[in-house]
């Protein structure tokens, strides 16, 4: 009873959609067969790659940056611990958009020119290196303690028990929550968008208004994010179980 | 600093709109998230289908791609209706994505064997979900819920993207071009962001401590 109320109220759902669309005459034919010529895939698949270029350079900032954040926080010295705790804490707190229109209107002002390219790029980096650092150190603080104090009885030093002993078990642990956090980098290059950089969500944008297909655009634009996105999930799905992390540990990273 | 003071009525209404926007969808996403839940845990095949597809395909989406749909796309297909709701619409939509996972986490934190404890005492579906598992899922989702609270704010200035310019990140990129101070107006914004962060973590912090079970 319950499955075939359910499966009414959906399809009446998806129906009524799809009856606004038609009645505005969306779903013609002509609307939608743009999006199987090979030109406009093409200018499309540009698109996809400019996002996908603007992700890898802002995750090769991120990443080291992050990562240098992290060893900060755990330094032994308050000089080191707190400056890297500020950023942290701060960039975690300031809206990525704040901080690319300060990139974008507040640099020029101050004499410092920077390609659009790297306008994009280096705030979602610098944004998301903050993310990265509490990645990193919570897979250093996850080790058991035993781990850090062997190496000391050992004799190691502590660069030597943190270059031989947690980093490496630590990058392991963290490898899913790093590919699951690829996935908002990608997210963020949307933002591409305000600074009129010719990512996939601005190509859709420009297709669009110049062949009256907003809509459609952006519902392909947005079927392209979900493959992608969802390849990425599954590739950090796939690392959480052969690392063997508890189920469940999962946090809302990707938001 | 007498720049930000004079401007103080500026960033003032720039922080409530942002305000009213991130409660709004908070609250919106919280509606649709909990029935999401609902609709995933529910012994009902294709409630759980919708429900599956519906989170998997909303987190996969970028915020922004959701609002230029809504915001520019669907007028073309004759949805027309105030800016601000529609902002408000597209974020809800998607925050209730992960609302739902947030929901649907705690209540797995829920030992199974309350449930049919519950199910033992011959209590239906509701009355479990009413009065086994929400209590105590709750407990467990204040930090999970107070993150996701933070990230709405943080992202509600994606609705100046799309043209809500009175709230706050909006407000301050207009102040910059009048005024061309950038340190001073993107610092009192960023102060702003980061000071309601801070206090939504703190009072997180301070409800769990509140609802904590002593056993």
């Not at chain 1, 640099?107 to 998301?128: D, H, K, S, Y």
């Amino acid at each position: 009873m319950a499955t075939v109320v359910s499966v009414a109220v959906l399809a009446l759902l998806l129906a009524a959609v799809l009856h606004q669309f038609a009645v505005h005459g969306q779903l013609a034919a002509d609307k939608w067969s743009l999006f199987v010529q090979a030109p406009v895939l093409r200018y499309l698949l540009g698109g996809l790659w400019a996002t996908v270029q603007v992700t890898l350079a802002s995750a090769a900032l991120a990443l080291p940056f992050g990562a240098l954040l992290a060893l900060g926080r755990l330094a032994r010295t308050r000089l080191l611990r707190v400056p890297s705790a500020v950023y942290v804490e701060v960039l975690r707190a300031v809206p990525l958009l704040l901080l690319i229109y300060a990139f974008l209107l507040g640099l020029p002002e101050t004499g410092v020119r920077m390609p659009l390219f790297w306008q994009l790029a280096a705030p979602i980096g610098l944004t998301n290196a903050a993310v990265f650092a509490e990645i990193f150190r919570a897979g250093v603080r996850a080790l058991p303690r035993g781990q850090t104090e062997a190496a000391y009885a050992l004799g190691l030093g502590y660069w030597p028990a943190m270059r031989l002993v947690v980093l490496p078990q630590a990058v392991r642990q963290t490898s899913p929550a790093l590919v699951g956090q690829l996935v908002r980098l990608l997210k963020d290059s949307t933002l591409g968008y305000v600074v009129s950089f010719l990512e996939l969500l601005n190509s859709a944008k420009v297709l669009g208004e110049y062949n009256h297909t907003l809509v459609q655009g952006f519902l392909v634009v947005a079927l392209m994010y979900v493959l992608v996105n969802s390849t990425l999930a599954a590739i950090a799905w796939g690392l959480e179980r052969r690392t063997g992390r508890p189920r469940g540990a999962r946090a809302i990273r990707s938001c | 600093m007498g720049f930000v003071l004079s401007h103080l009525g500026v960033f003032g209404n720039g922080l409530l709109v942002s305000l009213e926007l991130s409660g709004l969808t908070f609250l919106l996403a919280g509606l649709l998230g909990g029935l999401l839940a609902c609709c995933r845990i529910a012994p009902v095949v294709p409630l759980r289908l919708f429900a599956w597809a519906y989170v998997v395909t909303l987190r996969s989406i970028p915020l922004l791609v959701l609002l230029t749909l809504f915001v520019f796309g669907l007028p073309e297909a004759g949805v027309v209706y105030s800016l601000f709701w529609t902002a408000v619409t597209a974020m809800s939509l998607y925050w209730a994505a992960f609302f739902c996972e947030v929901v649907r986490s705690g209540v797995r934190a829920v030992p199974r064997g309350q449930i049919e404890a519950g199910r033992a005492l011959g209590l239906t579906f509701g009355q479990v979900l009413r009065l086994v598992v929400l209590p105590q899922a709750l407990r467990s989702t204040v930090q999970p819920l107070a993150s996701l609270l933070i990230a709405v704010t943080l992202n509600s200035s994606l609705a100046a993207a799309v043209g809500v310019t009175r709230e706050l990140t909006g407000q301050t990129q207009l102040l910059d071009q009048q005024f061309a101070q950038p340190l001073i107006s993107f610092g009192a914004a960023a102060a702003c962001y980061v000071a309601l962060t801070l206090l939504i973590g703190r009072s997180a912090a301070l409800l769990e401590r509140r609802l904590v079970v002593q056993r």
